[in-house]
């Protein structure tokens, strides 16, 4: 069939939005027609530098939801018709963390970067050429394995999902899954773009007695109090460890990083007190590295790294979903700008700029 999607070529190139084949379902695959997707900044690290692009030219995106449209053969997961949120894990069932609930660290599946399991692609220019796809979030149809859909209730509106598969589930499940914030205790948060934002609502649920947003932003720390801070540091207007340590009189319960940069990543295990933890959220740039200073981590400290949140997608995103549906999670209040998928380099520029909790591509 025909659809629309956008394609990244190259670093520091616009992206293109551009018309492309997308070839059926094979077995264990579904179509999904895509309602909405989120603007992450784990597309942007590709085409910033910040890592290595793994495989050119991509149809990009990884966070969105849809309806399934056709299933292939022996697809047990979803039928067409269901409502879906993607989930950016693929969840094989069999390995060795499937079956011990850390589906997030899923290695039982072997495929090639940006191809599905049998070496082939399913996107292709009109002249035929390749395109690589992950979930292809950024294109009206994809095709995916069953094995990333996660079915959800239809009693809430599907296009408000958009971004529980991504950075809901990495900011609350960083908080929840990984770190395991408890009640009473003190949170810090370096960086508050629509991840950072769910670290923030993760903590409000965890039961964080104060919890302190750090950005060089205003109108991200604007985000921030109004997802839960209790306190904002601007890192622009001094030393947000000195800042950190104040509020909290001697160091955060938890700190959590949420930039991917080594000097934050110091910066928040500095900012913990003895017996404190600090977590890694935000993606590294390749080959990036972080040295911690040995005694403070010798006195009872961590230094732990969180991927996807830690996240159970079947078991979270339920959750995740009779937690907006009781006012206890802010899902529309992160979707506060929408695009057509012909405007996603403005998307990206609107996360830039950290004018937006999250802009949302609506199909
Ligand atoms: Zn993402
Ligand atoms: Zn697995």
């Known amino acids: 069939m025909r659809t629309t ?51 050119a030219p991509q149809v990009m995106g990884h966070e969105g939801c849809g309806i399934v449209e056709e299933v292939g053969a022996g697809v047990t997961a979803v039928r067409p018709g269901d409502p879906i949120v993607f989930a950016i894990r693929p969840m094989c069932g069999k390995c060795r963390y499937c079956t011990t609930a850390r589906p997030n660290l899923c290695d039982g599946i072997v495929r090639e970067p940006g191809l599905m399991v049998d070496g082939t692609s399913r996107f292709h220019k009109p002249d035929g050429a390749r395109l690589f796809h992950g979930l292809a979030t950024f294109s009206r149809h994809t095709v995916v394995p069953e094995w990333h859909l996660v079915k959800v209730p239809d009693d809430v509106p599907i296009e408000r999902l958009a971004s529980v598969g991504c950075a809901v589930v990495t900011g609350v499940g960083a908080v929840v899954n990984t770190a395991q914030v408890t009640p009473g205790s003190t949170v810090a948060v370096w960086g508050c773009g629509g991840v950072g934002l769910n670290v923030i609502q993760g903590a409000v649920i965890a039961g964080a007695s104060r919890i302190i947003a750090v950005d060089v932003k205003e109108s991200k720390l604007k985000f921030a109090r109004e997802f839960g801070a209790t306190d904002t540091v601007n890192a622009l207007e001094g030393d947000p460890v000195e800042a950190v340590i104040d509020l909290t009189g001697g160091g955060a319960d938890f700190a959590f990083e949420v930039i991917g940069n080594p000097t934050t990543v110091r910066q928040a295990f500095d900012a913990t007190c003895p017996g404190g933890t600090a977590c890694m959220v935000g993606v590294p740039p390749t080959g990036g590295e972080v040295s911690v200073p040995m005694r403070p981590l010798f006195l009872d400290r961590r230094l732990i790294g969180s991927s996807a949140g830690t996240g159970r997608p079947r078991v979270d995103f339920p959750w995740f979903i009779e937690l907006y549906r009781q006012g206890r999670l802010k899902l529309d209040e992160l979707q506060s700008r929408f695009r057509p998928l012909e405007e ?16 949302i591509i609506k199909m």
């Open 5 to 55: 999607s956008a394609i990244f070529y190259a670093p520091k190139q616009p992206i293109s939005v551009e018309e492309v084949e997308l070839d059926g379902p094979r077995a264990g695959e579904a179509l999904v027609r895509v309602v909405a997707a989120g603007a992450c900044h784990s597309d942007w690290h590709a085409v910033d530098g910040h890592t290595t692009p793994a495989f």
């Open 344 to 359: 996603i380099n403005e998307a990206f520029a609107d996360m830039l700029s950290g004018s937006v909790a999250r802009t």
